[in-house]
């Protein structure tokens, strides 16, 4: 399981002491994605804890040069980062295209990091009907090609219209999309690579007593978390609900 957050360092902290009390589990993932300020000491405590991975909450899609103010995947590589969250709806609203995103997802695999990939339509698309066709031209534009190889990656399935709205998707929604979102990844990658190599997640107003129904009956393989992870009490109750979800039903 991803879970990815915005904060301030004494925010983190006090996550990562609540980490402690929990028992790690073989069948969930928890990764941190603190602000780039907070990476290096995010990740100094998390190699001591071993309770989660470091994740990067964006990467800027050029390996090295002169790019002021842009972070590189071999930046983040050498903080210990191993996930990078790509696409987040929040960077598409400043003009992020997907074919920047597919650039960026290209380089992260590349650079061996693991990219969250986010897709979703907003609440003008779902109310005309476009879920579907946003999310064959998202997913499209990053898995046309795309040599995976063996590498991992990441669907974070977040509707746009749920994210920090308290509204979140039901989890029939967020199984509908799953089906749809294999659907368009069957066009394009091998059914065995999906099933081993590309994990799906949802993303949109999580909390702790809404997270076991998105994995139970929604088809999903974990959360990505937002606002919710402002509250670490409310973080670590997702964390621990999310383990007693798992194994998810299949079908």
């Not at 780039?36 to 100094?44: A, N, P, R, S, Y």
């Not at 308290?166 to 294999?182: F, H, L, M």
């Amino acid at each position: 399981m991803e879970l990815g957050f915005k904060e301030s360092l004494g925010l983190t902290k006090k996550i990562l002491k609540g980490l402690k009390k929990l028992k790690k589990s073989d069948k969930v993932e928890v990764v941190l994605c603190p602000s780039f300020t907070d990476l290096e000491e995010v990740g100094k405590i998390l190699k001591k804890s071993k309770k989660a991975d470091l994740g990067a909450q964006d990467m800027f899609w050029k390996k090295e040069g002169a790019f002021t103010g842009e972070v590189s995947a071999k930046m983040l590589k050498e903080l210990g980062v191993k996930y990078v969250i790509l696409g987040h709806s929040e960077r598409r609203r400043m003009c992020e295209t997907d074919k920047l995103v597919r650039q960026k997802v290209e380089v992260a695999l590349k650079s061996s990091l693991i990219p969250i990939v986010c897709v979703g339509e907003t609440l003008k698309e779902k109310k005309n009907g476009l879920r579907d066709e946003v999310l064959l031209r998202q997913i499209r534009a990053v898995f046309k090609n795309l040599k995976l190889g063996r590498k991992n990656l990441i669907i974070a399935y977040e509707p746009v219209w749920a994210i920090g709205t308290g509204r979140a998707a039901k989890p029939k929604d967020s199984k509908e999309a799953e089906e749809v979102i294999q659907k368009i990844l069957s066009e394009y990658v091998p059914e065995s690579k999906v099933k081993k190599q590309i994990t799906i997640i949802y993303g949109g107003s999580i909390n702790s007593k809404n997270i076991s129904g998105f994995i139970e009956k929604g088809k999903m393989n974990g959360g990505l978390v937002g606002s919710a992870s402002l509250k670490s009490t409310e973080f670590l109750k997702i964390i621990k609900n999310t383990t007693l979800s798992f194994p998810r039903p299949k079908g």
